[in-house]
């Protein structure tokens, strides 16, 4: 399995807090996702990045931002979570961006009160 | 239409059985396909590249059909352990990662 880690598993906040969800990669490769999936609605992309400070925003990128600093970490923050932000987070990584499959992480279950 | 679309299922089959799905895309000009499963609260673990000529992996078969748009996978002698969501994945020719399309899965149940 490609070594993807995600932290935390598991997290419960509350309304207007901010919160940074890691994804953590040891196969060196240059593109990191992160997707939510909903009941209903299927994988969706939030951003993604093609290289250490480069990073793009997917199709619900509202409400969250990401940063790349190192090839081998991508954050995701909610600024400010809402309960409608309550989802399943999962980080991902491909070596390139055609013809290459995404790996992902265990996923981060997030839960917004 | 959507982009990518796959029936939702569920596919209720008894072991052994042999079972097909298929996932249609819209943009002609994609570039590369896969096959995922994902268990009840997992992530998605790839499955299968599908290749133009179509590719076989044990009792897994992924075939590609670029004039009618939509791509397949067979599962034969289906197991207890086969139970999962399918999803396809269609990658487009953008350079942007918005153009990876997951379709919402087709759910697979094998009963005993």
């Known amino acids: 399995d490609a070594g993807i880690t995600q932290s935390p598993r598991h997290k419960v906040t509350e309304t207007g807090t901010p919160v940074t969800l890691r994804c953590h990669q040891t196969?060196?490769?240059?593109?990191m996702y992160w997707y939510r999936q909903d009941p209903g609605h299927g994988l969706r992309l939030i951003h993604y990045s093609y290289g250490v400070k480069d990073t793009d925003k997917g199709e619900v990128s509202d409400g969250y931002s990401v940063s790349r600093s190192k090839t081998e970490d991508f954050l995701l923050t909610l600024e400010s979570a809402t309960s409608s932000q309550t989802s399943v987070y999962f980080c991902?990584?491909?070596?390139?961006?055609?013809?290459?499959?995404?790996?992902f992480g265990n996923g981060t279950r997030l839960t917004v009160t | 239409r959507k982009e990518v679309e796959q029936d939702p299922g569920p596919f209720n089959v008894p072991e052994g059985a042999t079972v097909a799905f298929n996932c249609t895309y819209s943009n002609s000009a994609s570039q590369s396909f896969f096959w995922y499963r994902q268990d009840c609260r997992k992530e998605p673990k790839l499955l299968m590249s599908?290749?133009?000529s179509g590719n076989e992996d044990g009792r897994f078969t992924a075939q590609l059909n670029r004039a009618s748009q939509y791509i397949s996978l067979l599962i034969r002698d289906s197991k207890l352990s086969d139970s999962a969501t399918y999803l396809c994945v269609v990658n487009g020719e953008d350079s942007s990662a918005s153009k990876i399309i997951f379709g919402s899965g087709t759910r697979l149940s094998i009963r005993p």
């Open positions: 196969e060196n490769h240059r593109y």
């Open positions: 991902a990584i491909s070596a390139e961006r055609y013809n290459s499959p995404l790996h």
């Open positions: 599908v290749y133009s």
